[in-house]
Every structure is written in structure tokens, then in C-alpha cells.
């Protein structure tokens, strides 16, 4: 992060973006293979 | 499988065997080195947390269309009009006949990353190797690791290859031969298969890694403050005075440019093996997802986490600013040596990103594999013949002149790719026209893609598109091509590889003019 070098721990805004960007990318990724799913069921 | 199009001349094309495999083929070809590599330190460098605010900015105002523009463009190129590389594809999107000559472009960057991919791609299928057996194990510095790589890519002599470059170029031909076997047994067969096969394996890998990875704790005890969590902090932690920088922007828009794989030509090409009325909306979206997925949450809790766990954060610094190499090849091997089972996790480690490497490196070869069968009515084999002939030859000078590759790698993998996904954005949106753009992008979907798209694509993305390649010119185009900082005694190799890329064009130039000369005659004929 920054170019001090005086990170020791996660701070509050770092857990934030953590959990933002990994949440959302998990929701959206498994939405889309839901979607995909079933799509596939019910072309079937 | 084969499907038939409207087109009278063109032969019958092939077709993906299922769904799931057209969607991990396509993320293979996203998902390569930079992942794992260039994600973490590009997110360290430029402002932690921060950074992935313009990097999902980025992603999408121009990740996300761009890839529904290239899969559109690919299934109307080749669905509707038998073109599977992108000169034929650009030509079927306007009536003017210069078009297939912009083309050119997505040949030429293909042809050129494959040629100096393949070359790293083969690294990290020797580095597997040599954790598992533990070569390198009793290297304990960078500096060492350095001497190390350097040798074994032959540019140094040392006593680990005293063979000078011969290790290399036995994995070099290995994995050439596995590209250009792959790409004989066609798209369902070969690609299909592969991703089948190496996409899971590369999800596993990563998964093991990351479970490793976030149980190590403090590894040194005599360093408590050199632990897991400080890596994720000099991730996560945000610096938000970055924001203002405009380098932090253009860092995320590159970041995503390369990861997603667009500009490159290769995207097209599996998405013209689609059929006409096939979702594309649903299924590229899919394949940007799975290719973020593998980078920022896999990619972004392997190599810096725990480079800041066993060589603290100052040194992870200067070892993100060294850049991705150092990390990977360098930074990763001394780690494995000091964790219990580091022949398996530097086998798990480099076996990631070998895979990582092959699925986007037949990605690369199958527009020109499709441009000789279908242009020139080649068999697949004399189209695989052809292809491999060419990389050989070409390649030759990449692995004995270390510039060689780093002048290939600005001209067709950065400068090109901008250039290129420029010029097919306004030739979809404003030549094609963005009505027909959008039927084309929605036809078939599965999803409902927001109508706030049709303006981000026919106005936002070639804007943000011209100001990065601006920007590109101004910083690095210039530098580079006036040669800035360059080495004396490295001049002439650079001149070199210049002509040698000037000659790359200039023969698929002549090739697309040969080809289409000869369809006239065909027409003519009929």
C-alpha cells in the first residue's frame, strides 16, 4: 500500500475494501453460473 | 462438430461441444500469467484498497463492454460470414476495403505474445520440474535465484546449467510441441479439452496455495510483524491520496486491458465458433467474472501475502518494484524452500501458472490457425505445420537476445492491443453502427444487458480507449521508440527486432492481400 512501509495490520477501511471486492466478485460470479445453469435446464 | 453459415465460399466451420467448455476455454484465455503476477503488484504499487476503485471503474467501462463487443464481433465474423481470425471479421463489419487490412492487427499481436509467451510459458513448465526435484533448493538469495534463472535461460554461465541454454530449449520445445498438438486436434477436441482439463487443475492449485498461504501465520519468529496479514494489509489497506494521481487510473485500465485478454484478436476467434442465435451476453459476462475471481481474490492472496510473510514488507517492496519476474521467479522459489513441503507447493505454484500459460497461449495460436484454414483452404495439419514453422523460426532470436522479447512484448502486447481494441470499438459502434451493434450484442441473450451500454460502448469506451493509448504514446511510445535509457550495446538488437516486427506485418499484410485475391478469383470462377 503505502510506500512508508508502516503496515502492521488490516485497518478497518482495508477490511472494508477486502470484503467489498471479494463479496461482490463471489456474488456476481456466482449469479452468472446460476443463470447459465439455468438457462441450460430449461433449453433442455 | 461442424456448422454451416451463410457464406458460400467458406467451409464448414467447427463449434464448441458445450457450453461449460466455450466458457472455460474462453477464461483459460483470459486468465494467464498476469493474474498471479502483475495483479498484486500493479493493486501493492498503486494504492492498496484504493486501486480497486478506478480498477472496477475500469473494468466496467471497459473491460466488460469491450469483451461483448469482441465476442459480438466473433460470432457475426464467423456465424454469419465463415471468418474465424479477425481480418475477414473487420471486413464483414464495413464495406470498405481497406477494413481487413486493420485486421492485420489482431494477426499480428497473436502471432507476436505467442512467440514470446511460449518462452515463459516453458520457464514456468521447468521451474515445476525443478521444485519437485528440488534444483534450485540451497539458493537462499534474490541475487542467486537471479544468476540462476539467468543461466538457465542461457544468457549467464553457471554451474547449475553448465549446458548453457539447452535446458531451456528442451522445455521451450516440449511446450511448443503441446501448443501445436492441442491446436491439431481443433476446437472441441484440442481447446475445448484442455480448458476442461487444466481449468479445474489451475482452480485447485490456486485453492491449495491460497489455504497454505493464509494458515502460515508469522513464519519467523524472530519477525512477528512479518506475517499474512500485513501482506493482505499492504494489499487491502487503502491510500487514497493515489486516487489523484492519474497513474493509479491508467494502472488499473492497463491492468484490466491485459487481464481480460481483449484487444489481442484472440476472443473473436472462440467466439466465432459460436452459433448465430447462441448467447454471448450472458457467457462472456461469465468469463470476465471467473477471470476476476482467479485475480483478485486467488491472485491477490498467493505471491505478495507471502512475500511479506517471510521477506517483511520493506523488501516485498522493492521486490514489487523489480516487477512481476522477480516475484515470480525469483521471490517464490527462496519462499518455497523454507516452508514443510516446498517441493510440492513450488510444483502447485508453477503448475498454476504453467497452466495459466497454455490455455491463453492456444488461444493465441488459433486465429492464425483459423486465418491459414479458412483463407487459404489449408488442412488442419499443413495449418498447424505452417504455424509451428513460423514460431520456430521467429522464435529463435527471443531466446538467445534478451531484448528481443521486451520490444515484442510493447509493440504487440501493450501498444498493440490498445491500438487494436480501439479501431474495433469504432468499427462495431460507429462503422457497423451501434443499432446493429447492439442487436448483435443482445441477440440470444440470456440476460437483460442494461441499456445504459449501448451509450458506454458507442461513447465512453473509445474515449477512455484514446485516452489511455494517448497517454501510452506520450509516456512510452516515445521513450521507446527513440530508444530512452537503452544500452549502447543493446541498440542493435532492438533495431533488430523492429524490423523483425515490421517484417511480421508487412507478410500477414501481403498474406490478407493473397487471400482475398485469390476468393475474388474463386467468385470469378463460380
Redesign the interface.
Known sequence: MTAAGAVTGLTAGGVVFMVLAWGGIIGVTLYCFYKLLKTEERKR | MTEPHSDPLALPREAWAS??GL?LAMAGNAIGLGNFLRFPVQA?RH????F?IPY?VAFLLLGVPLMWVEWAIGRHGGSQHGHGSSPGMFQALSRWPGAKYLGVIGLFNCFVVLVYYTCVESWTMAYSLFSASGKYFGITSRAEMGRFLSSFQGFTSSEYFPGGFETAYVFLIITLALNIFILYRGISGGIERLGKIAMPLLFLFAVVLVGRVLTLGAPDPAHP?WNV??G????????FSQLSQSGTWLAAAGQIFFTLSVGMGSIQCYASYLKRNQ?LA??G??TA??N??AE??LGGCIAIPVAVAFFG??ET?SIAAAGPYDLGFQSMPIIFQKIPMGHLFGGLWFGLLFFAGITSSVAMGQPIMAFLQEEFGMTRRRATAALAIAVVLFIQPVIFLRAFSGEMDFWAGTFGLAVFALIETILFAWVFGMDKAWAEITRGA??RVPRIFYYVIKYVTPLYLLFLLGFWTVQDAKRTLLMEGVATADRPVILWARAMLVFIMAGFMTLVAVAWRRRKHHKRAR
Open positions: 457450453r461449460l466458457i501493492a494504492g492498496g484498497g484504493a480497486m472496477f510483524d496479514t500485513a493482505l494489509a499492504y494489499l487491502w489497506n487503502p491510500d448467447d450472458l457467457a459476462l461469465t467474472m471467473t476476476e475471481f483478485v481474490l514488507l520493506t517492496q440470456d440476460i
